[in-house]
């Protein structure tokens, strides 16, 4: 019996034992899969006939937590930007989530299967493979970058970071997409290189003023400023400035500095964060001396226009001093009676004056503009020098004397010529004379003279006047240009100006030497004439032409053909000084050529501007005519340009006349075409 008792109180120490045990068991059961599940279980005191209810329904709590869980796991993988998956020893893909679309263009139910190397370019195999033997190896990969390839031909680069499981026999890796951080990468690098690829130099300086970086340009450029650091002559004034950058809101200034000759400007930055200054230096020398040329040219413009202004002024003046004579002594002689006509030579005399006196003035203006424009031809020639110093002297002694200045030739005759237009060295001669008369004092003195000088000729003129200071001397040639002390004189300003150019033209040169208070000396240096003079040619200022005798001449008849009435009667009165001239005239070129036809003129002048047809048909077509064709023609015209008087020549006139009219010299042309004079042989 005892052993039965014995039996029953064992198996029930066992049956107690096996329950506290369970329960135990059950307990750390239940706590699991409330921690896997996220439910909250009762943990069960004893198993008291209902455990293996509760274990049930803790298990079936169980997998419908694991299932929410995996869903909600499962779409926080969709939403990642990153592509996760998981991946065997051999490469495979186990699960990918869907963010491979966007990585590769292909959904992750086309992936599941296919291996890693699947999706990645074929260059990038090898790397592949190095990233499973790592990923086995180690049991983790980081920061491992790749690859992979879109199916539109892109390759987008990505960093993976994987774990390894030997549990469960796979890895699990996430893919990150790096395009932009490969993009700003690359960015930062151009931008990194931009110091070194700029051409001028750059510095960064500490706030110290050592220098922390200078490129290529800046280290050829400047070898010691590494060394120096802001103490360089480069950075002189710099460091106050750069003071004053920081403690304003300010973040660059710009200033130009000068070292050795050359001209910088320098562009600071403050780079706030990287606590340096940056430093541009450019090399503006050549726009420094542009900017002074520019300069230059401005106030030279500006001293030319206000020169001009003043030439304008004066020139009203100069016109109108000398048509107030003419018209003045004209309106008188009209008022005058007939009879006292013959007492006003004097005023006649004055009329004339004036109107040489215009004439010149628009032959200076309209030569310089010839000048200045490139259209002005001059002949050179062997000329004799005395011979056009001694003309010179000559024509300016009236005006020396009503200015009580004697004129002089220091330099006896000698037999020398110079490289010259004959008729452009006299215009120079003659208005360095008359300046040196009209600016010259009561009294004063003129000295002409010339030298040979090696290859040159130098004609040398030198007055006794005021003089010039050196500032007046710069200034002198310039266009319309008056010195304070000649205000008030006659002249318009340009003939110095004029007379430098026509040297230049005949590849000589003028030049001055003047000092305040004790005169002025002008030299024009010709080229030395190839031949020498034989003789020297006295010319009388008077027209050595006498009338011969027409007792054996028949009459004369000249055709003038001009539509002007005015030109007409001048020329009617100046022909009837010949008696034996019969005058026919024509106000067009059609009546021209009918009259030339009918009455076969000794001589035709022409004007050159008709109403029908230019002065140059109508030769055309009496040259064309067998009976016109042998009759003189002179054009007598105020188209004065030297390309109109070289193709009126050329065309076949017998004389070019321009107007207007020295009645002695038109008077001797026609004289002579028409056989009516003779010259006197000239006296030596």
């Given amino acids: 019996m005892w052993l039965l008792a014995l039996a029953v109180l064992l198996l029930g120490l066992s049956l107690a034992l096996t329950r506290q045990y369970l329960s135990r068991q059950l307990g750390r059961v239940l706590r699991s899969i409330q921690g896997l599940g996220g439910r909250e279980i009762p943990e069960p005191v004893a198993l008291e006939g209902n455990e293996f209810l509760v274990v049930e329904k803790a298990v079936v709590a169980l997998a419908r937590s694991l299932k929410e869980a995996g869903q909600k796991e499962k779409a926080l993988l969709e939403k990642l930007p990153a592509l996760v998956f998981s991946i065997d020893t051999s490469g495979h893909f186990l699960q990918i989530s869907r963010a491979s679309k966007a990585l590769t263009g292909q959904d992750p139910a086309d992936l599941e299967g296919s291996s890693l190397g699947a999706i990645v370019p074929k260059e990038q195999l090898e790397q592949v493979q190095r990233f499973l033997s790592r990923l086995v190896g180690k049991g983790r990969?980081?920061?491992?970058?790749?690859?992979?390839?879109?199916?539109?031909?892109?390759?987008?680069?990505?960093?993976?970071?994987?774990?390894?499981?030997?549990?469960?026999?796979?890895?699990?890796?996430?893919?990150?997409?790096?395009?932009?951080?490969?993009?700003?990468?690359?960015?930062?690098?151009?931008?990194?290189?931009?110091?070194?690829?700029?051409?001028?130099?750059?510095?960064?300086?500490?706030?110290?003023?050592?220098?922390?970086?200078?490129?290529?340009?800046?280290?050829?450029?400047?070898?010691?400023?590494?060394?120096?650091?802001?103490?360089?002559?480069?950075?002189?004034?710099?460091?106050?400035?750069?003071?004053?950058?920081?403690?304003?809101?300010?973040?660059?200034?710009?200033?130009?500095?000068?070292?050795?000759?050359?001209?910088?400007?320098?562009?600071?930055?403050?780079?706030?964060?990287l606590r340096l200054f940056r430093v541009y230096c450019y090399d503006i020398t050549r726009l420094k001396e542009n900017e002074s040329r520019l300069r230059v040219a401005r106030d030279e413009a500006q001293a030319a226009n206000r020169a001009k202004s003043d030439f304008l002024s004066r020139m009203s003046h100069e016109l109108r001093t000398p048509l107030n004579s003419i018209i003045g002594f004209a309106q008188l002689l009209r008022e005058k009676p007939v009879v006292e006509i013959a007492a006003q030579g004097k005023n006649l005399d004055r009329i004339l004056q004036s109107s040489y006196h215009l004439l010149h003035l628009v032959n200076d203006v309209l030569d310089l503009s010839r000048v200045e424009a490139g259209e002005f031809q001059v002949q050179m020639m062997d000329v004799n020098v005395a011979e056009v110093l001694s003309e010179a002297t000559s024509v300016v002694r009236p005006l020396a004397e009503r200015h009580a200045v004697r004129v002089e030739i220091a330099t006896a005759q000698i037999d020398c010529t110079a490289r010259a237009d004959r008729t452009r060295m006299l215009q120079v001669v003659?208005?360095?004379?008359?300046?040196?008369?009209?600016?010259?004092?009561?009294?004063?003195?003129?000295?002409?003279?010339?030298?040979?000088?090696?290859?040159?000729?130098?004609?040398?003129?030198?007055?006794?006047?005021?003089?010039?200071?050196?500032?007046?001397?710069?200034?002198?040639?310039?266009?319309?240009?008056?010195?304070?002390?000649?205000?008030?004189?006659?002249?318009?300003?340009?003939?110095?100006?004029?007379?430098?150019?026509?040297?230049?033209?005949?590849?000589?040169?003028?030049?001055?030497?003047?000092?305040?208070?004790?005169?002025?000396?002008?030299?024009?240096?010709?080229?030395?004439?190839?031949?020498?003079?034989?003789?020297?040619?006295?010319?009388?200022?008077?027209?050595?032409?006498?009338?011969?005798?027409?007792?054996?001449?028949?009459?004369?008849?000249?055709?003038?053909?001009?539509?002007?009435?005015?030109?007409?009667?001048?020329?009617?009165?100046?022909?009837?000084?010949?008696?034996?001239?019969?005058?026919?005239?024509?106000?067009?070129?059609?009546?021209?050529?009918?009259?030339?036809?009918?009455?076969?003129?000794?001589?035709?002048?022409?004007?050159?501007?008709?109403?029908?047809?230019?002065?140059?048909?109508?030769?055309?077509?009496?040259?064309?005519?067998?009976?016109?064709?042998?009759?003189?023609?002179?054009?007598?015209?105020?188209?004065?340009?030297?390309?109109?008087?070289?193709?009126?020549?050329?065309?076949?006139?017998?004389?070019?006349?321009?107007?207007?009219?020295?009645v002695k010299s038109f008077l001797a042309i026609v004289d002579e075409i028409l056989g009516l004079t003779r010259k006197r042989s000239l006296s030596p």
């Fill in 141 to 273: 990969v980081n920061d491992f970058s790749m690859e992979l390839l879109h199916q539109d031909g892109r390759k987008v680069p990505v960093l993976i970071s994987a774990q390894w499981s030997e549990v469960e026999g796979h890895g699990v890796a996430v893919a990150v997409d790096m395009t932009e951080r490969v993009s700003a990468e690359e960015r930062l690098n151009r931008l990194a290189t931009i110091p070194e690829q700029n051409p001028h130099p750059m510095f960064e300086l500490t706030r110290d003023g050592s220098m922390a970086f200078a490129n290529t340009p800046a280290k050829v450029k400047f070898p010691e400023v590494e060394r120096m650091g802001i103490s360089h002559p480069l950075f002189k004034g710099l460091e106050p400035r750069l003071r004053l950058l920081m403690e304003q809101e300010e973040e660059s200034l710009i200033r130009e500095v000068e070292l050795e000759e050359r001209h910088y400007e320098q562009h600071v930055f403050l780079l706030r964060k």
């Fill in 430 to 662: 003659l208005n360095l004379l008359t300046n040196a008369i009209k600016y010259n004092r009561n009294g004063g003195t003129v000295v002409l003279s010339y030298t040979e000088d090696g290859d040159c000729v130098k004609v040398r003129v030198q007055d006794s006047g005021p003089g010039m200071t050196t500032e007046e001397q710069e200034r002198i040639f310039l266009p319309f240009t008056r010195l304070q002390q000649n205000q008030g004189m006659e002249g318009s300003g340009i003939g110095l100006t004029l007379s430098q150019r026509l040297m230049e033209l005949m590849g000589g040169s003028i030049e001055l030497n003047s000092k305040r208070g004790e005169g002025s000396t002008f030299t024009c240096s010709f080229a030395r004439g190839r031949h020498r003079s034989l003789a020297t040619v006295k010319i009388d200022s008077q027209e050595q032409i006498t009338r011969m005798n027409p007792a054996n001449d028949g009459p004369r008849t000249v055709l003038y053909v001009e539509d002007n009435a005015v030109n007409l009667e001048l020329v009617s009165d100046i022909l009837s000084l010949r008696p034996r001239i019969r005058l026919l005239s024509a106000s067009n070129g059609t009546m021209g050529l009918e009259l030339a036809q009918v009455y076969q003129p000794d001589l035709i002048l022409l004007d050159i501007h008709l109403p029908d047809m230019s002065g140059f048909e109508v030769l055309k077509r009496l040259r064309s005519s067998d009976d016109t064709r042998p009759i003189p023609v002179i054009a007598l015209t105020a188209q004065a340009m030297p390309q109109d008087v070289h193709r009126g020549l050329e065309m076949g006139f017998e004389q070019y006349i321009t107007k207007p009219i020295s």
